[in-house]
């Protein structure tokens, strides 16, 4: 079989690397390992995916941060979260932005927005071949060849968008790295990156499934403060949530930590300072001072918590708050303010909700995500070392660096093809 552009992989970098392919008139092939495609996608944002973060793209470099948003800078200013949006509009997806910027479809039903891209490659012509992995990749002269269970396949562009490691259930099971490694990329150590959190404490188990609305985490890594903020839910050996996957993109590169643990804090009421913190608590038990101390509490955090602050501060939940001393007073505010804990690892990469590493971004050109080491090979989403935090950063990082490399590869094979050079 021969093909102009081949694709590996059909999630959201694939996807939108073939529709923007075909619709430049490139004959596009796509192969997915899964019987069905984008199954990673389908998970994405609790079933909900969270498409992008309504924001401008240097604030997007900015909260990726360098090496990696300094490398995606082109490519976000050239498919921005504003071209996300009117992409999907184009598809006849309805998106709805929540206050903090998210972006979900406005049914909140992930399968929307997979359907919408797959319907669209269609419709342009994309060949999808599933249910069969890709072997391995070679290059004779100007012409990959994909080594292909049914048939190998001749195309004179390649495009890797295979995903990392996390959630391997969902076909994510480092093909692209094999598959680079083989053209001589170096694959940056991958890590879990957006995952829950495990701590030296065994006392979250206590609160295991207790959520608490919105906190803020800080640490100290190499005398830099680093800080998130959130929702959170205890766990039976730790603490997840998004603030917790948040922090986790942090911390990875320092765990497990084989010295000590790494330092946390949790300041369980972030709006407040912990003077206004004790000035509220004192005014709720002076209007209610026959109240129980952890009903008091409760009025702050949940029920199930405010019992386990009570017995860490070593006083009574069910005792009067009006008859509690002022120094537990003051010790229960501090306690909720800043309540520490001891992380010593990450959940396995099977449970991260992307992949921290992959192939070294200083071997693929930033404008084209063309590689530097094999001419007419590209590479999109996870499968490089870049990775953002929750929020739709990393969806956006996959449609705008698919769009890149497909733009790319047609631009590259159409160059060459009217100067009749090889391609």
Not at 24 to 47: C, D, M, Q, S, Y
């Amino acid at each position: 079989m021969k093909t102009e552009i081949c694709i590996i992989g059909a999630g959201p970098a694939g996807l939108t690397a073939a529709i923007f392919a075909a619709q430049a008139g490139a004959h596009t092939t796509v192969i997915e390992a899964n019987t069905t495609p984008g199954r990673k996608l389908l998970l994405t944002g609790a079933g909900r995916c969270n498409l992008t973060h309504k924001t401008d793209p240097a604030e997007l470099v900015r909260t990726l941060g360098p090496p990696q948003g300094r490398f995606l800078s082109y490519c976000l200013y050239k498919f921005s979260p504003q071209d996300v949006l009117d992409f999907f509009a184009s598809l006849g997806l309805k998106v709805r932005t929540e206050q903090d910027g998210c972006v979900f479809p406005a049914s909140d039903r992930s399968s929307d927005v997979r359907d919408a891209l797959v319907k669209r490659a269609k419709k342009l012509g994309v060949n999808f071949l599933y249910g069969s992995r890709a072997g391995n990749i070679t290059k004779q002269v100007d012409t990959f060849i994909v080594h292909f269970p049914k048939e190998p396949i001749q195309a004179e562009k390649v495009i890797i968008a295979t995903g990392g490691l996390s959630w391997p259930r969902t076909g994510c099971t480092g093909d692209g790295y094999r598959f680079a490694r083989s053209f001589g990329h170096h694959i940056t150590q991958t890590r879990a990156s957006l995952v829950p959190l495990v701590t030296l404490e065994d006392w979250p188990a206590q609160l295991a499934g207790t959520p608490v609305e919105y906190v803020r985490i800080s640490a100290r890594i190499n005398n830099k403060k680093i800080a998130t903020a959130g929702a959170l839910i205890f766990t039976d050996d730790g603490i997840g949530g998004p603030a917790v996957l948040d922090m986790s993109r942090h911390l990875t590169d320092y765990l497990p930590a084989e010295k000590a643990p790494i330092e946390i804090t949790l300041d369980l009421a972030p709006p407040l300072e912990q003077s206004g913190l004790d000035k509220e608590i004192t005014a709720l038990i002076s209007a209610n001072p026959k109240k129980k101390t952890v009903n008091i509490l409760a009025e702050f955090l949940p029920r199930r918590l405010a019992i386990f602050l009570c017995e860490r501060a070593g006083c009574d939940g069910g005792f009067p708050a009006g008859r509690l001393k002022k120094d537990v007073r003051k010790k229960l505010a501090s306690t909720i303010k800043a309540l520490s804990l001891s992380i010593t690892r990450t959940r396995p990469i099977a449970e991260a909700t992307v992949t921290r590493g992959g192939v070294s971004l200083k071997e693929i050109e930033p404008k084209t995500m063309e590689s530097k080491l094999c001419p007419g090979l590209f590479f999109a989403g996870e499968v490089l070392d870049v990775d953002g935090p929750c929020g739709g950063y990393n969806l956006q990082i996959c449609f705008s660096t698919g769009a890149m490399a497909a733009s790319a590869a047609v631009q590259n094979t159409q160059q060459h093809r009217n100067k009749g050079l090889p391609h």
